[in-house]
Each structure stands twice: as C-alpha cells, then as structure tokens.
C-alpha cells in the first residue's frame, strides 16, 4: 500500500487540504493520505487555535465519505513539540508491512522553502519521498489578530518573496505535484468567521456543521 503524511494544524481542515489529498492519491498513485494534526508546531505560536479534540474531530468527520483518508493521532498522542522526523519513525514501525516503498511526505512551496530548518532534514529526505505542492495565498480579508507567528529562524515561507524558487534550489529529490491550487487557508477562514464574512464552501460540509454546532472561531448566526 502506497501511503503518504500529510502533517498540519487543520485549523480548520478545508477544502484546499482535501483537493491537494485527492491529487496526491490520483497523480501519484498513492492509496492512502494519513493527516497528521499537530500538537505543538515547532516553527511557529498558534492564535486562535482550537483543541485538539476539536481538530481531529473536524478531520474524522469529513473523512467518513472518503476510506482513502484518515486522522492519524500519533503527534497529538505524543505530546510536546511535534517534529515530522520522530512522526515518520513512529508511522515506519507502525505499518511494518504494509508499507510499499517510502512513505510519501507531502509539503506545500512555503514549507519546502525552509525545509533545510526542519529537525532531521537530511534523514527525511532519504527515509521518504517528498512531494512538494504548488500554494498560492491571497487575502481579501483583513486578517490582522488571526496570522501565526513565526518562531526561530523561520520566516513563514510566504512572508519571503523568493519563495517560489524552491522548485528550482530544493537540495534533495523531490516530486513536484502538478496540483489545482486553490487560495484558500485556514486564517483567512477562521477570519472570515469571526468577522461575519463569507465562508460556507471554504470547508466540507461536516466541517461546516461542527464549527457552526460548537460554535468555533468566534461564529455568531
């Protein structure tokens, strides 16, 4: 079974993660993406985060249409900071034998563009394969008091305006994905919540139903 990781906050997870999943899985022949919700990111402070009860329970919710997508816990379950290097060793052992080949280790540009930061780089490169996507960002809403902060020495990928040279500088292999890039992020939808905006088909629907049920991210009727 082919398998790739796809590591975030899926805060919330929308429609812009599940296209890129369906693209690994048709492009790329992959037969499972495991998401991987963070507990702690290493690279940056989370605003408006919500629990990671909450987090999985999106992801869990959407993918009960979908066998080829599951919320795998291992990083929450494990507590502390979340580093991709301890995510994949846990992950090797776990499908010992079902496992064909490498696991895939999906990124967007802006991660990849500071991959060289990661703990373990080097060691991930060669223990996976590593799938860079195609991401563009825009903003039509002012989303001052909802951006994560960058931590460390990193930048925020696409706070850097050369970012889009990874494709070309990447020191290790690496699969461009040829992917559908839709703009769409998790702050500017936890924005557009909180300020009363448009953002009904950003999300899945049972994304849609449990943030309006729980009444996530500031959402008021």
């Known amino acids: 079974m ?6 975030g906050t899926f ?7 599940i296209a890129l999943a369906d ?3 048709r492009s790329l022949g992959y037969d499972k993406i495991l998401f991987v919700p963070t507990f702690i990111p290493p690279h940056k402070k989370m605003l408006h985060v919500e629990s990671a009860e909450n987090r999985v329970a999106m992801l869990r919710n959407t993918f009960k249409s979908d066998s080829r997508f599951e919320t795998e816990t291992c990083e929450i379950d494990r ?3 979340s580093y991709t290097i301890d995510t994949v060793h846990t992950l090797i052992e776990k499908y010992k034998g079902q496992l064909e080949g490498k696991f895939g280790l999906i990124m967007g540009q802006e991660n990849a563009f500071e991959f060289n930061k990661w703990k373990g780089a080097e060691e991930l490169a060669s223990i996976t394969d590593i799938i860079i996507a195609q991401r563009q960002k825009t903003i039509t809403v002012d989303t001052e008091g909802f951006e994560n902060e960058n931590s460390g020495e990193y930048t925020g990928g ?3 305006s050369d970012y889009l040279k990874v494709f070309s500088q990447f ?3 690496y699969v461009p994905l040829k992917n559908l890039i839709l ?3 998790s702050t500017e939808i936890r924005a557009r919540i909180a300020k009363g ?5 950003l999300v899945p629907q049972a994304v849609y139903d449990y943030i309006i049920e729980n009444r996530l991210y500031g959402y008021e009727k």
Do not use: L, M
């Not at 082919?2 to 590591?7: P, Q, S, T, V």
């Open 2 to 7: 082919k398998i790739a990781i796809f590591g």
């Open 11 to 17: 805060n919330p997870v929308h429609i812009g993660h």
């Open 23 to 25: 693209d690994v899985c």
């Open 79 to 81: 507590g502390g900071v």
């Open 158 to 160: 696409f706070n850097s």
């Open 171 to 173: 020191p290790f292999d």
């Open 183 to 185: 703009p769409v992020s």
């Open 197 to 201: 905006a448009g953002w009904r088909y």
